[in-house]
């Protein structure tokens, strides 16, 4: 046997007992054993844990949160709301699951059909309930009968479907925009929804969406519309805008330079700024398209750096898309940390 300066024990600057050579050997294989466990737990310990410990920053608060269950109709402000995958939900409600479409399944917006922004909606019992300006009351069921036809519909060029929401729907949106024919539709988890890949001429995080333009989440501050009044004669709301989250307490813009964040138990990641178009133009209180304002303002301090022209060309650029990381609830008031 070796001596008891060659120990285990002795490495480690500690006195080894004086034990019968038998028993010395035994036990010090096992002390040599538990230093190799101990040694190997270390090891798989530096491993297994985070390069880096992400540090919480409070950025702002949670002021507004908005559900727009039908794609172009007024929002629903909610107190309370329930982050999935695809976007914001409250009970039965969900965001932008229904859609206008023409007879042959193009979508219809407020870009072709101004006046949908005059349709509200409000939930009570499993039903949507509609009012519009001229239109008696309409309730109707949150999910229509599965035995209701499915159409093939256009959402920009892309593909996806929709279940139709009856005839009685059908032909209130019809008499109300007495244009043409519409039909109402509903989007079903079982469809196959539209993929992020297809939705950007770059890479974006992964994940999917019915009936939004492009994300699941789009986020909007307080200071950037407070910035964008100033400089123009007539002031605007932030329903013009249209986001889901809207922050205060942080500085004009400040939402451009947020990555990841946690509001609630939500964890979302940055996909890109929110370009913006002629959807903006809309007053949302009359229905009236002015195709100017306040996209020419902003065209004039919020294009794109140069280097990003192939991404967002000439739209300006007004609030920020995020996905859905890890789903979970918020509510107005929750605090808004930047993972740094």
Request: one cysteine or more; hydrophobic letters at 40%; aromatic letters at 8%.
């Amino acid at each position: 046997m070796g001596t008891a300066s060659s120990s285990p024990l002795a490495r480690l600057g500690l006195p080894t007992p004086l034990l019968p050579a038998p028993s010395r050997s035994k036990w010090l294989g096992v002390a040599a054993l538990g230093l190799t466990a101990v040694a190997l737990g270390a090891m798989a310990w530096r491993h297994a844990r985070p390069k880096r410990r992400r540090r919480l920053q409070q950025v702002g608060t949670v002021a507004q949160l908005w559900i727009y269950p039908i794609k172009s109709c007024k929002g629903v402000a909610v107190n309370a709301a329930e982050c999935t995958l695809m976007g914001l939900r409250s009970g039965h409600l969900r965001d932008r699951f229904w859609l206008v479409i023409k007879e042959d399944g193009h979508t219809v917006t407020a870009r072709q059909e101004p006046r949908l922004v005059l349709v509200s909606i409000t939930y009570e019992k499993n039903c949507l309930i509609f009012n519009a300006p001229g239109m008696e009351q309409l309730v109707l069921p949150s999910k229509p009968p599965s035995m209701n036809s499915i159409h093939d519909c256009r959402i920009f060029g892309m593909d996806i479907q929709g279940r139709d929401c009856g005839d009685e729907v059908a032909q209130w949106f019809t008499s109300f925009l007495k244009t043409e024919p519409y039909r109402l539709v509903q989007f079903d988890m079982k469809m196959k929804a539209r993929a992020s890949k297809n939705l950007f001429p770059v890479p974006v995080p992964k994940y999917q969406v019915a009936y939004p333009d492009s994300s699941p989440l789009m986020i909007l501050s307080e200071a950037s519309l407070a910035d964008l009044n100033t400089r123009l004669e007539k002031k605007i709301k932030m329903e013009q805008f249209r986001p889901n989250i809207v922050v205060k307490g942080c500085e004009a813009f400040e939402e451009d330079t947020w990555d990841e964040l946690l509001i609630g138990g939500v964890e979302m990641r940055k996909v890109l700024a929110c370009p913006r178009c002629i959807m903006t133009t809309v007053d949302p209180d009359t229905g009236v398209i002015d195709r100017k304002e306040p996209l020419e303002t902003l065209k004039s301090y919020r294009l794109c750096e140069p280097s990003e022209h192939h991404i967002y060309k000439t739209s300006p650029l007004f609030g920020v898309y995020f996905s859905v990381e890890k789903i979970g609830s918020l509510q107005v008031g929750d605090p808004v940390y930047r993972m740094v």
